[in-house]
């Protein structure tokens, strides 16, 4: 899951080398989209599993793509070329009016999400795993590995790799880039709102404001993988989410015995954030990449 | 009136103009070159001619339409194609990418544009899924002309193609350029090479501080002293 | 009028103007719905303040007068100095004739969060580094003061001790995030010091034994001055002046000493080289600038701002709690350096003055706070990135910049 926000991260990034501090927002806003067409096929013959969760990630899918485009085109695209903290900000007031305008159109409060696949397909002692659980593993890979080939094999993937290298020379190769990046912010968004909606479907309860720390972690999951870099961003995702609970439960374990760490683990993702700056800030499958100005 | 016509043509980067009341004509199957010293405006004129910069002022005609407001892809698909000064192939992708890339706007390449590319280039061919950042300077610089020539252009603007090759593979270029020129395409090129440029060429400007001081035929402007002086060494 | 003589009644003229104007707009009835006769009094009163500023801001300048004011300003800092103070002095006092202590408390706030705000501008606005998280320095430093005061004892003086103390541990903070950051583009503080308000704020939530949690610490310490503790009332001739007063005006001195020290530092060495830091790093290199150092000094000398404010804060309010230093806050903050200007300091002073009072009285918009903040932000770096009050520096390489 932290892989497909990080996806998003990466995409933009790795395009118009900007941090989309929206995106958190993108991701909730994709699962209260979900969530809505979930409770509009509840008691319909649509309700289950089979018909309703495929309906509800293709239209959020596809209203959270028009979302992250129109974000693009009022709030990125007039800075593109100005100072880069510019654009930084202007993504950040983004990020606080999406958050906020969710807030005051949905409630402060946590808004339960329906359970769908939730029977256990193994259970062995404590441990259970659910359907969810699979079909969460199944979609992700799946849609990052979709994803992939795009970027890799098709024109418009080739369009945004070229992009990504060199703006000019991909103009004078007759590539639009307005129409790419806004291509990149529909599949960015709308692996978003995948995200968005497994999110609900693992914890049964989304807010307005959980975008804000998942978009943090993510945000690490990219760096973690190496920033720009799909694939590192996938990898990156797994081993984030991985580390995220084993850590607390080896700190909490003999010998280190402290139960407290578990009030602490969110700050385990950030932990590991400093750390890869400091150690190896191009991550796990990153190039070499030299700062640039 | 010429395959290009340009006709008072101001442009610059948004501040004072680089580019002044330029006048400029390519004409069908003619190789035309432009010469300059550095910051002269070339590489801006190029620029300004492809899309990549707006013009400010003044027209650019193609074929008798009227090009200066259209962006790049539209000129592409009128039949202008570029080999950008310093190469800039993709080198995070493949050869065969970056001819891919050449034909964007057609479906990303005809099959018999491959064929003829790689004829061209027979190292090419051999590289094909080698990444561009691998390839020699000479190598990059065949890849560019490759890519340039994947759209089929009417037209090719070269930007200095000879800049940091050594003297054989500059001769190797200048041949292909020749054998282009014979299949019909217009040839634009800006060169510091003088002396090989204005003997290909058939007509020649002089570009200096942004505006056009000489022009004529390439063997006049050959024997021209003040041409004489500043760019072919005395 | 001839101009010298303009200028100098302009210097005087142009602040107690805005103290009047200030004076007016808190004496507009609150606008707390859409409901009440007094609402759309408020409302009224608001639209004409809103129209008087306007009015008289465009009437100035079409009469060069502005120019002139920035030039008289720049030619007799004393005096302009001087005029500012003056009224900013008079502020709580013509307040408390009219019995309007709350606003005196808002007026201590608000200047609190002038320091933060050009504290913050001093990391963003100079040295274009981008910091989301500055309430976590804020925090630290109220917290700081907080623990110390309530765990160790209430020392008479002590508190004195813990303003340098707050800067220092709060710079320290700042310089264990910038370190690993350094090496990298901007883009990477932003996040990491947008993590870190995070981290900051659930170790003051969870560390139940240090900073008693979500319940947070209360009676913390108060500034004294001998055997005198500000907080008590003081009469002064027929003047009555309550602890909120007495605040007011020590607070007033260190955000006087905090512009004061940022305008030095904007105009000296360091302040050049973060300007040439910001605009291009690699030239700056190349001059010679230690940008590594530049950079953690600018994070360590506006953390150290935030940890300053943070004391004052705390021992105003007696009482802090993790909510006062959330990622609102930061935003908060962030949004007077971005609406002043940023690199603008008289820009963060007005707009950490305007956005503490404006919410007051638009009670019926609290709620759309941040969503105005946020819009705010995406507009201003669209249409005015140089904010409302852009510095002269600024002002130049915006306008010569192509496009």
Known sequence: MYALVALGYTLVYGIIELINFAHGEIVTFGAFVGLAVLAALAGTPLSAAATALPAAFLVSMAVTALLGVTLERFAYRPLRGADRLMALISALGASIFLMNAMMLAIGRDSKPFPAYLSEPVLQRGDLVVRQLDLFLIGLTILLCALLDLFVRRTRIGRAMRSVAQDQEAARMCGVSVNATVSITFVLGSAMGAAAGILNGLYYGVIRFDMGFLLGIKAFTAAVLGGIGNLRGAVVGGFVLGISESLIPAILAAPPFSVPEIFDYKDAVAFGILILVLMVKPSGILGEEVPEKA | MGLLDVAGLTSGYGGPPVLHDIDLTVGESEWVTLLGANAAGKTTLLKTLIGVLPAASGAVRLNGREIQALPPEERLRLGLAIVPEGRRVFTRMTVQENLQMGAHLFGGGRAEDFDRVYSLFPRMAERRRQKAGTLSGGEQQMLALGRALMSRPRLILLDEPSMGLAPKLVAEVFALLRGILTEGVSILLVEQNAKMALKSSARAYVLRLGRMVLSGSSADLAENPEVRQAYLGG | ?403
């Open chain 3, 1 to 403: 009028m001839n101009g010298p003589r303009a200028a100098t009644w302009l210097l005087w003229a142009g602040p107690a103007f805005v103290l009047a104007w200030v004076l007016g707009f808190l004496l507009t009835p609150e606008v707390r719905g859409l409901a009440e006769p007094q609402d759309f009094a408020g409302l009224a009163g608001l639209a004409a303040l809103a129209a008087i500023a306007w009015c008289a801001w465009r009437a100035l300048d079409r009469r060069g007068l502005l120019t002139v004011f920035d030039e008289a300003r720049h030619r007799a800092p004393a005096q302009f100095g001087l005029s500012v103070l003056l009224c900013a002095a008079v502020f709580p006092l013509i307040l408390a004739q009219l019995g309007k202590y709350y606003w005196i408390h808002v007026g201590a706030l608000s200047l609190i969060y002038v320091i933060l705000a050009v504290g913050l501008n001093l990391v963003v606005g100079f040295a274009g580094l981008l910091v989301i998280g500055f309430a976590a320095f804020y925090g630290i430093g109220a917290y700081a003061a907080a623990i110390v005061t309530t765990e160790v004892g209430d020392l008479p003086h002590m508190i004195w001790l813990l303003i340098p103390a707050a800067a220092v541990l709060s710079a320290a903070f700042g310089v264990l995030l910038g370190v690993p950051t350094l090496r990298l583009r901007g883009d990477y503080l932003a996040i990491v010091t947008l993590g870190f308000g995070e981290i900051t704020r659930i170790v003051f939530t969870n560390w139940d034994t240090l900073t008693r949690g979500p319940r947070g610490i209360s009676g913390v310490g108060s500034f004294q001055i001998g055997g005198w503790n500000l907080m008590h009332p003081l009469d002064v001739g027929p003047l009555r002046l309550d602890g909120d007063t007495q605040y007011y005006y020590l607070i007033l001195a260190a955000a006087l000493l905090g512009v004061f020290l940022a305008h030095r530092l904007n105009h000296s060495r360091i302040g050049r080289a973060w300007v040439a830091m910001r605009e291009d790093e690699l030239a700056a290199r190349s001059f010679g600038i230690d940008v590594a150092r530049c950079k953690i000094l600018a994070f360590a000398i506006g953390a150290a701002y935030a940890g300053v404010a943070g004391v004052f804060f705390g021992s105003l309010q007696g009482f802090v709690d993790p909510t006062s230093f959330s990622f609102l806050e930061s935003v908060l903050i962030l949004s007077m350096v971005v609406l002043g200007g940023m690199g603008s300091l008289s820009g963060s002073v007005v707009a950490a003055v305007l956005l503490v009072i404006l919410p007051e009285k638009l009670q019926m918009l609290r709620d759309y706070r941040m969503l105005i903040f946020g819009l705010l932000m995406i507009l201003l770096m669209i249409v005015r990135p140089q904010g409302l009050i852009p510095s002269r520096r600024r002002m130049l390489e915006l306008g010569s910049r192509p496009g």
